[in-house]
């Protein structure tokens, strides 16, 4: 005879770890420039133009200026992937782009970084 306990706690877990699943690791937020997409503290999330599709070109120096939005958890799907950095830490990216904030974003709302190097950094949009 089967032990009747083990569906009730399959199911259990899987509600405990349904979302976690699911969450996306960003949000979308209006800005004075439109919807862009923001993480969870309401921080403005950018692309750069030099990063190939899936792959980061923004290391170094160019990482502390521009903070990659790190994958921690959480499963990709949709238009959402994890790209691996090169030293191996892993990175949000949207439609196959690579995610940053600006260090020189200081509130949420802020989207000083649109623009920067002639045009190299824009906002992420949904």
Known sequence: MRPLFRFPLAF????LLAPLALAAP???????????????KGMTLYTFAMDAKGKSACNGVCAEKWP???????????????VTRSGGAR???????????????TKPGDTTG???LNGAWSVARP
């Open 12 to 15: 259990g877990l899987l509600l």
């Open 114 to 116: 649109n623009g920067f």
């Open 68 to 82: 990659p939005l790190m994958a921690t958890g959480g499963a990709a799907s949709g238009n959402w992937s994890v």
């Open 26 to 40: 960003a949000m979308v937020a209006n800005s004075g420039l439109g919807k862009v997409l923001v993480n969870a």
């Open 91 to 105: 990175q949000w990216a949207y439609k196959g782009r690579p995610l940053y904030t600006w260090t020189g974003d």
